[in-house]
């Protein structure tokens, strides 16, 4: 499952990749909603929202864009947004919005399940997903309740830290998520931090959907300075030798 | 100092509740990483102030190390000038590191240590937070590590030059405005990967919860002890009561004191700026809306999308698009009146401040005296405005002296 930045380096080239990926085969895609100051986001993921937000990328023309390009894809998109971006829209329009314009539901980063609470119920009447994340520093208990309020699937973050490539994932990680699949029914998909084949192979056992971003992110960024169509086929090629160590 | 210093700022009002609210505003908008720390870091302080020892340990401290409780000052020669109410001074700029902010950081700094935590870390604007956190953990024996935006560590060097002696790491941030703003979320990056061994030393009442609760109790002691000190001084409460306001903790600990006396008023002076376009000051509350940044909600400087703005202060502690959900509440309620000061007025009082009275105040404190100053000239002689001098101005020197060279 890719993660990929609405707008950089602009929102055409974003609905290129987006047809791709589709094309590729990727079961889902999360559409990065630009935001000033992501704090969960390593330097990749935050460069690329500034490079985004420098071409004046707003909300609408993020949603003008997707209720194009969603009816024509077989994967569902969903955003990456944050709270600050929802709450300025208001919760109600924001979904409806979103939901209009072809996105599944949303990933808020900055939303525990304390506060989560109006936005869950408004999700949970538009049938739009409001996908919950689980930290490795989560309690257990704690940890059950997010997963029973989750909706679409359920979020686990591979470590404590920021979004970025790692060369090794945490040695207990496959043991926690093999943990919580005992305790939901939810699709349980690992984020932060998976770049490479060799991830894959490893964790595709234990879940039902791996998370890729910085690593895609990076390929995009050098559609500023090189012929886009290089920069497509090398995120092409890359996400299929993803593709491939998982079947494998 | 006979009552311990912060178990009354427990008692400040009935805010926040259990969910780090102020009215509608605070709570807790942060990635699920951080909220086990935060959880934490709540039952640590809830638990910390029940404790007589750690109480007994912070006054000591307070006493001893930073030489509270800090003077009430009238300011004659300045009151004279005005003609109108007397201007007295509450001197935190006298406090050891020469800023309130050491307060706040000896008292967090306790708490690393109940927490079993060896690393800190914290964000600096104008350095003072930075050299309070510097010299705390020097103290304690702690590591620091300081992030600071690249803007910042060029107009405040001297602060950036203090904190490496105390052996702390200062790490410019060069993303974003390379201010306050971008020197907060490299901060809450690196408490991401770090949560576990670490503590953020947050140095204002702003972010997640609890952290506006815990700050604005740390630095209450300002306001409690100013009111006693009116009190034994004067005989009554002062008229009206003036602070500066960036992020807003010498404010909300000096205003908590008298949150309850509806007769004083009660005034928070932001960073007016160039100008009332955006992006040309740095007034929330004057002139943001109620928005999300740094995990809480409160008023902030942003765009119809919820990008937060670009903000402008000459002084780099009030540069900042946010502010504390309490003041927020406040606001709202119409218990604190939040006007703007400009650049210019900011500096004309710190010059009338300087030669009047012999006093360098820091810049950011410059905004809330220029507001008191005028504020004294329209009221009568016998009303007493008393202002939180809540730094000093020894970092600001040169670079008032190249904001003067700029201009000619």
Sequence with gaps: MPFITAGDPDLDFTADVLKQLDACGCPLCELGIPYSDPIADGPVIQASYTRALERKTHLADI???????????AMPIVSMVSYAIVFRRGIASFVAEARAAGIAGAIVPDLPVEEAGPMAQICKQEDFGLIQLVAPTTPRERA????????????????????????????????????????????????????????????????????????????????????????????????????????? | MTESMIHAGMQTGQVPDAMGRFGPYGGRYVPETLVAALDQLETEYRSAVEDSLFRATLDELLRDFVGRPSPLYHAKRLSQHGGGAQIWLKREDLNHTGAHKINNTLGQALLTLRMGKSRVIAETGAGQHGVATATACAHFGLSCVVYMGEEDVRRQA????????????????????????????????DWMSSVESTHYILGSVVGPHPFPMIVRDFQAVIGREARQQCLA????????????????????????????????????????????????????????????LHGSFSYVMQDEDGQTGQVH????????????????????????????????????????????????????????????????????????????????????????????????
């Excluded at chain 1, 043991?175 to 991830?199: D, K, M, Y």
């Excluded at chain 2, 606001?331 to 006007?339: F, H, L």
């Design chain 2, 233 to 292: 001084r004067l005989g009554r409460l002062p008229d009206a009561v003036v602070a500066c306001v960036g992020g807003g903790s010498n404010a909300a600990g000096m205003f908590s004191a008298f949150i309850a006396d509806g007769q004083v008023e009660l005034v928070g002076v932001e960073a007016g700026g160039r100008s009332q376009q955006p992006g040309d000051h740095s007034a929330s509350l004057s002139y943001g809306s109620p928005g999300v």
């Design chain 1, 63 to 73: 949603f003008e864009m997707t209720r194009r390009i969603a009816p024509t894809l």
């Design chain 2, 313 to 408: 202060s000459l002084s780099a502690g009030l540069d900042y698009p946010g502010v504390g959900p309490e003041h927020s509440f406040w606001k709202d309620a119409g218990r604190v009146q939040y006007q703007p000061c400009s650049d210019a007025a900011a500096l004309e009082a710190f010059d009338l401040v300087a030669r009047s009275e012999g006093i360098l105040s820091a810049l950011e404190t410059a905004h809330a005296l220029a507001h008191a100053i005028q504020l004294a000239a329209s009221r009568p002689k016998d009303q007493i405005i008393l202002v939180c001098l809540s730094g000093r101005g020894d970092k600001d020197a040169a670079e008032i002296a190249r904001l003067r060279q700029a201009a000619t």
């Design chain 1, 144 to 248: 059950i309740r997010i997963a029973r309020s989750s909706t679409g699937f359920l979020y686990y973050v591979s470590v404590a830290g920021i979004t970025g490539e790692r060369t090794r994932l945490p040695a207990d990680l496959a043991e926690n998520v093999a943990w919580l699949r005992s305790r939901t029914s939810l699709p349980i998909c690992i984020g932060f931090g998976i770049s490479q084949p060799e991830h894959v192979r490893q964790l595709a056992p234990v879940a039902d959907g791996l998370i890729v971003g910085s690593a895609i992110v990076r390929r995009i960024a050098r559609a500023d300075q090189e012929p886009r169509d290089r920069v497509l086929a090398d995120v092409t090629d890359y996400v299929r030798g993803l593709l491939d160590a998982l079947k494998s």
């Design chain 2, 158 to 189: 001297p602060n950036v030059f203090n904190m490496k002696l105390m052996g702390a790491e200062v790490r410019p941030v060069t993303t974003g405005s390379r201010t306050l703003r971008d020197a907060i979320n490299e901060a809450m990056r």
